[in-house]
C-alpha cells in the first residue's frame, strides 16, 4: 500500500482549486438511477469512493462514460440487477444511498448492510424505517437489507436525529413516489441541498431543501439533465486550515464562500485575516502562530464533523488549550492518539478531547484511520519537525482529489512512496 512522506517545513502559500464536492457527488450519482433518460454530471471531483460508485452502478447493467474534466454520462435505463454487493459497500458506507432510488424507481432493491465503521457503528435504521413508512416491504436477512414496493406513497415523515444520507435517501424515495411527503428534521446540509437542485432539474418538486423541512411532490417520472457539482466544503477548509496552521497564506479557488461560515468563524478567531468573493478565499496568517480554539461538532449549520479533525491538528500547535468536543460520531477521535506519536499533548474524556498547544510536533510514522483523519495527518505532518509517514493512505485518496500535488504546489514537501 501507498504511504505518504512529508517533510515539515514552512508556511504554506499559493493558490489551490477546489474539486466538485463528494459528498454530493456520491448522492447524485445515486440519484441518476432515478432517470428515465441520460444524465450528465459536471465537476465530478477524481476520488476513490466515485471509482467505486461507478463500479456499483456499472455492475447493476447502467452505462456509464467518463469523458476529460471528470465529466460522467449515465444511462440508467440499461439497467439490470437492482443490488448492491457486500464487497462495494463494504468499502463505502455511501453505497446505501442506491437504496432509496432503486426502490422509487424499479420498485425492488438489495443492498448489503454497511456494518460497523472505524468512526462508529453509523446504523441506517432511520433510511429503513422512513422507506416502510412509505409503503416499501423490508427484510433485512443474510446481511442484506431486500426493499420492495409497487409504488410508493407520500408521507409525513420524522426523523428521530438529523441524518444526513438518510434524509438524502428518503428525499431521493419520495420524488418518485404517489403523492406529497414531508421530511420533518431533515438535514440541511448544502450537499441535500445540491442533491435537492439536481432532482429538481430533473423534473422533480422538491421545496424546503436547506431547512429542516423539506416538502417533495412525488412525480411519474424524472428526465435526463446536465448538472454540475457544488464545490467540495469541506476541502476549502482542510487547505485553509493547512495554511493557517503553519503560519502561510492561501487562495483557494472554484469554492464556496457562502457555505463555510462556522468553519471561516473558527479561523478568524485563530487569528487569520480572510476575504471572500463569489467563489474565492483568502486566509493570510501573516507568519504568526495561531490561536487555540474551541471546536462543538453538530449538524448544519453549526460545525462541521467532517472538519473536526484537522481543527485539532491546528490545536496542536496553537497558543493555548482547547477543548474539541464530538457530538456526531461515537468514536471520531482515532487521530488524537497518532497525533500524540507526533508530540502533541492531548488528554481524551469521553468524546471530548483537551489539547494543550505545544510550540513544535516532530515528525513520527503514523497511520491513517479514516478519512478526515488522516488529512489531519497530513496537516499536523507539515508543521512537524522531520519526516512524518503516513501509512494506510487509501482513506485519504477515498476523499481528497489529487491530495500530495496540491499541497505540492502550495510549497510543501510531501512525496507518495508506492510500495
Ligand atoms: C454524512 C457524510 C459524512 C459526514 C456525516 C455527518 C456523506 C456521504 N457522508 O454521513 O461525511 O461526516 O454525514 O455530517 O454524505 N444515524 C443513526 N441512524 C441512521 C442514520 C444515522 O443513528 O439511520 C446516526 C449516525 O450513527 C450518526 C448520526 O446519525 O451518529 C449522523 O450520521 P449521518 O448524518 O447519517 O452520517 P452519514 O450520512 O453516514
Redesign the pocket.
Known amino acids: 500500500m501507498d504511504k505518504l512522506i512529508i517533510t515539515g517545513g514552512g508556511p504554506i502559500h499559493g493558490g489551490v482549486r477546489i474539486a466538485g464536492a463528494?459528498?454530493s457527488a456520491?448522492?447524485i450519482l445515486a440519484g441518476t438511477l432515478l432517470a428515465s433518460s441520460r444524465v450528465t454530471i459536471k465537476n465530478v471531483p477524481h476520488l476513490h469512493d466515485i471509482t467505486t460508485t461507478m463500479g456499483l452502478l456499472g455492475r447493476m447493467g447502467v452505462e456509464l462514460v467518463l469523458n476529460e474534466g471528470m465529466v460522467i454520462e449515465v444511462d440508467p435505463t440499461t439497467i439490470q440487477t437492482y443490488s448492491a454487493p457486500y464487497e462495494l459497500v463494504k468499502t463505502m458506507?455511501?453505497s446505501i444511498?442506491v437504496l432509496g432510488p432503486l426502490v422509487a424507481r424499479y420498485g425492488e432493491a438489495e443492498v448489503s448492510l454497511p456494518g460497523g465503521c472505524a468512526?462508529?457503528?453509523?446504523?441506517?435504521?432511520?433510511?429503513?424505517?422512513g422507506l416502510q413508512a412509505m409503503g416499501a416491504e423490508i427484510n433485512v436477512e443474510n446481511g442484506y437489507i431486500r426493499a420492495k414496493a409497487k409504488r410508493l406513497k407520500g408521507t409525513r415523515l420524522v426523523l428521530?436525529?438529523?441524518?444526513?444520507?438518510?434524509?438524502?435517501n428518503l428525499m431521493m424515495a419520495a420524488a418518485l413516489a404517489d403523492g406529497e411527503t414531508i421530511i420533518e428534521n431533515a438535514?440541511r446540509?448544502p450537499?441535500v441541498v445540491d442533491l435537492a437542485n439536481f432532482i429538481n432539474a430533473m423534473g422533480g418538486k422538491i421545496s424546503g431543501a436547506g431547512t429542516d423541512t423539506l416538502v417533495i411532490e412525488g412525480v411519474e417520472k424524472l428526465n435526463g439533465c446536465e448538472y454540475s457539482v457544488m464545490p467540495d466544503r469541506?476541502e476549502t477548509g482542510t487547505y485553509l486550515v493547512a495554511a493557517a496552521m503553519t503560519g502561510g497564506s492561501i487562495m483557494v479557488k472554484d469554492t464556496d464562500p457562502t457555505i463555510l461560515d462556522a468553519v471561516l468563524l473558527k479561523l478568524e478567531e485563530a487569528g487569520a485575516t480572510i476575504e471572500t468573493g463569489d467563489d474565492w478565499i483568502s486566509l493570510d496568517m501573516k507568519g504568526k502562530r495561531p490561536k487555540a480554539v474551541n471546536i462543538h461538532t453538530a449538524?448544519?449549520p453549526a460545525f462541521?464533523?467532517?472538519m473536526q479533525a484537522q481543527f485539532a491538528a491546528l490545536n496542536c500547535v496553537a497558543d493555548g488549550v482547547s477543548t474539541i468536543k464530538e457530538t456526531?460520531?461515537?468514536n471520531r477521535f482515532m487521530h488524537i492518539h497518532e497525533m500524540q506519536r507526533l508530540g502533541a499533548d492531548i488528554q481524551l474524556e469521553g468524546n471530548t478531547a483537551i489539547i494543550r498547544g505545544v510550540e513544535r510536533l516532530t515528525g513520527a510514522p503514523v497511520m491513517a484511520t479514516d478519512?478526515?483523519a488522516s488529512a489531519s495527518l497530513v496537516i499536523a505532518g507539515l508543521v512537524a519537525e522531520g519526516d512524518t509517514t503516513i501509512e494506510r493512505i487509501y482513506h485519504i485518496d477515498r476523499g481528497y482529489d489529487c491530495i500530495e500535488e496540491k499541497f505540492s504546489s502550495l510549497g510543501a514537501t510531501i512525496v507518495r512512496v508506492p510500495e
Open positions: 463528494k459528498n456520491l448522492p458506507r455511501a444511498l468512526i462508529g457503528q453509523r446504523p441506517v435504521n432511520l433510511h429503513l424505517e428521530d436525529l438529523v441524518t444526513v444520507t438518510g434524509t438524502e438535514a446540509e450537499e469541506i449538524p448544519y462541521p464533523t467532517d456526531v460520531f461515537e478519512l478526515r
